[in-house]
């Protein structure tokens, strides 16, 4: 079975685009894996006004 030039270039295509895009989800996947679990900032609603000033 023969490769043509194209298909050789296309299948390198393919691993460099697996090679860059997998550790890019993986930071992106733990990025928000991280923001789920970091405290909520309390709504503005709980904090008093400053109205007497």
């Given at each position: 079975m023969g490769y043509t030039?194209?298909?050789l270039w296309?299948?390198?295509?393919?691993?460099?685009?697996k090679a860059?895009?997998?550790p890019f989800?993986?930071?992106l996947s733990?990025?928000?894996v991280?923001?789920?679990h970091a405290p909520r900032?309390?709504?503005?609603a709980a904090f008093p006004s400053m109205q007497g000033r």
């Amino acid at each position: 079975m023969g490769y043509t030039r194209h298909d050789l270039w296309r299948r390198s295509a393919m691993r460099i685009f697996k090679a860059l895009l997998l550790p890019f989800l993986l930071i992106l996947s733990l990025i928000g894996v991280d923001k789920l679990h970091a405290p909520r900032p309390a709504p503005l609603a709980a904090f008093p006004s400053m109205q007497g000033r």
